[in-house]
């Protein structure tokens, strides 16, 4: 009896140090963003250049989270995952001391590095500490940790830029990491590594290469130019890429990602869930806050308090939704979770051209109810419909997923603000007090519009995954995992072993 007690307190002394390391990840998105001023002063450069601060560490992270959830199946996640907030803490010390904009570029970069050893491996750690019945509850729960990082960051940039500078953001992460790191250390079990596996280096390049040329190509259009040769060029290097990485995979003896995960229906359709609602989400977060400020006249810190309700309420309903699909599988949930995020993101579109705090307060509360109810069910869903053997590689996808779908929400309302602005400016009489205001107001709510249709395509995607009974590891179509993708003697993890 005293045993049963250890173990499962000691599974949630896991999720706790999973859930730090998340938290500080996540943080330190909004953390920086809201310094991004402050930097540029201070090393006297434009914000074409201060921009790459944030640029760095997305390419970086979008580039090797799927090696790095390969390299945990071998390593073992908590190397990967202790090494990584090794990392991040070190990295996170040399951008506070930066001497230099390149300098703080590159710590960036290797910051990046560290974050995704964490993202990668901590929804891993969970799903493999926890059984179905659990996993949903325990995902939620971290999930409370994203939603606190993403409500902090803003406000805590501030208040450490205001009171101190701007290395200041990035020194905060060395006490804390410390602890982190020993906590993690103390708690994480040991695993012994996977045998009888190898890294695939040349599917790991092809990949990173292809995911660095697609993000690159997404961050950089606007100011690049959609058409220009250097965003066109990119774009075809990642078609090229691509389809050297899919004919090197089908053919390598331990491949980075086995293909055959893909025909696994609630895999590849929670993927596709959750690129399609994070392009949502990011249209509504990217556009907001320049409505707020520049078209509506807010200040920089009421903006910010006024975009909370979607983290905030996200934090409040994550638990219990995760809690439920354990009980009633995954589908109802998360489909109706993406039907309220696409009610909320469609309901900005009828914002009054006066509107005050309330009317957008109750619209961005119905969006994070939405996505709280959709994240943990879906996650759970994924990462159950895979073996354990493939749950670094299936957590890596997942993130992948998420950072894709950010990018490109960010990509398309920013091609649409371009296309439609000059539309609008048109319709309006030039001389109208605050015409280019109102025409921003308009442009976005045709970026809206055009996100609440993708995001209804969503629905779909949620509700053909399959029915995700709690027990059966997320998905009717999960022993589909267990089959190797091809029929030759398997080693430790389903692969054959290596020549």
Request: aromatic share 8%; proline share 7%; with cysteine.
């Amino acid at each position: 009896m005293r045993y049963g007690c250890q173990v499962e307190r000691r599974k949630w002394l896991v999720l706790s140090a999973v859930s730090v390391g998340t938290f500080m990840a996540t943080l330190d998105g909004g953390i920086v963003n809201i310094s991004l001023p402050r930097i540029a002063e201070s090393f006297g450069i434009d914000i074409a250049t201060v921009e790459w601060v944030v640029v760095a560490y997305l390419l970086t992270i979008g580039s090797l989270i799927l090696p790095i959830g390969r390299a945990g199946e071998i390593l073992t996640f908590r190397r990967v995952y202790l090494a990584g907030f090794a990392l991040f803490t070190a990295a996170s010390v040399l951008c506070g001391l930066a001497p230099s904009e390149g300098a703080l570029i590159l710590s960036r970069v290797v910051q990046g590095v560290g974050a995704a050893m964490l993202m990668a491996m901590g929804p891993a750690i969970v799903a493999r500490t926890f059984g179905p019945g659990e996993r949903g509850r325990a995902l939620g729960i971290n999930a409370i940790s994203v939603s606190i990082g993403l409500s902090l960051g803003p406000a805590l940039g501030g208040l450490l830029t205001e009171l101190g500078s701007w290395r200041a953001i990035f020194l905060v992460n060395l006490p804390v990491g410390i602890v982190a790191i020993l906590w993690a250390a103390r708690v994480l079990a040991v695993e012994p590594p996977g045998r009888r596996q190898s890294f695939d280096l040349p599917g790991s390049a092809l990949s990173a290469s292809a995911a660095f040329c697609l993000l690159l190509a997404l961050s950089q259009g606007q100011s690049w130019g959609w058409t220009s040769p250097a965003v066109l060029g990119l774009l075809v290097l990642f078609v090229a890429l691509g389809i050297a990485f899919i004919g090197w995979e089908r053919r390598a003896v331990q491949p980075m990602i086995d293909l055959a995960l893909f025909r696994i229906r609630a895999f590849s359709a929670g993927l596709a869930s959750v690129v399609i609602m994070f392009a949502a989400l990011f249209t509504a977060t990217f556009l907001l806050p320049f409505m707020l400020q520049d078209a509506a006249g807010f200040s920089p810190l009421e903006a910010g308090l006024l975009l909370t309700p979607v983290p905030i309420m996200a934090a409040c309903v994550a638990p219990f939704s995760g809690a439920l699909s354990d009980r009633i599988g995954s589908r109802l949930p998360a489909s109706l979770g993406m039907a309220l995020t696409t009610l909320g993101i469609l309901s900005l579109t009828q914002l009054p051209a006066q509107f005050t705090p309330p009317d957008l307060v109750w619209r961005l509360a119905l969006i994070g109810i939405g996505h709280g109810l959709f994240m943990s069910p879906n996650t759970s869903a994924v990462l159950g419909s895979v073996l354990p053997s493939r749950l670094g590689t299936a957590s890596g996808t997942l993130a992948h997923a998420r950072i894709d779908g950010q990018a490109l929400g960010i990509a398309a309302s920013a091609a649409i603000i371009a296309f439609r602005l000059p539309v609008h400016l048109a319709a309006i009489e030039p001389s109208a007090q605050g015409a280019a205001g109102q025409a921003f107001v308009l442009a976005a709510e045709d970026a809206f519009a055009v996100a609440a249709v993708v995001c209804a395509i969503g629905i779909v995607t949620s509700l053909v995954r399959g029915p995700g009974l709690p027990g059966r590891g997320g998905s009717a179509d999960a022993g589909e995992a267990a089959r190797p993708a091809r029929p030759a003697p398997t080693g430790d993890a389903g692969y054959p072993p290596p020549r």
